[in-house]
């Protein structure tokens, strides 16, 4: 199973973004996609339980560009 992890609330663009992604990967993949929506602290408890999950690529986040290319030290977790 492939858990994408959206930091914005259900019902929302981003919400529907995911789920529309999901859809088409699960079909492409073969595999159940579940969106999961991790709201709060301007999607950094989001961005936190992808860096704390498994290293095996089936955890994916859906959040906001500044957290994914900057990096946050909220996060435990920094680019560059």
Same mark, same amino acid.
């Given at each position: 199973?492939? #858990?994408?992890?959206?930091?914005?609330?259900?019902?929302? /663009?981003?919400? +529907?973004? =995911?789920?529309?992604? *999901?859809?088409? %990967?699960?079909?492409?993949?073969?595999?159940?996609?579940?969106?999961?929506? #991790?709201?709060?602290?301007?999607?950094?408890?989001?961005? /936190?339980?992808? +860096?704390? =999950?498994?290293?095996? *690529?089936?955890? %994916?986040?859906?959040?906001?560009?500044?957290?994914?290319?900057?990096?946050?030290?909220?996060?435990?977790?920094?680019?560059?």
């Amino acid at each position: 199973q492939i #858990r994408i992890l959206v930091g914005f609330a259900a019902g929302g /663009a981003p919400d +529907a973004l =995911a789920r529309i992604v *999901g859809e088409k %990967l699960g079909q492409s993949w073969g595999q159940q996609v579940v969106v999961e929506n #991790r709201v709060g602290a301007q999607g950094n408890i989001a961005m /936190a339980a992808v +860096a704390k =999950a498994p290293p095996d *690529g089936y955890t %994916l986040a859906l959040v906001p560009v500044g957290n994914a290319a900057d990096g946050n030290p909220g996060t435990g977790w920094a680019v560059g």
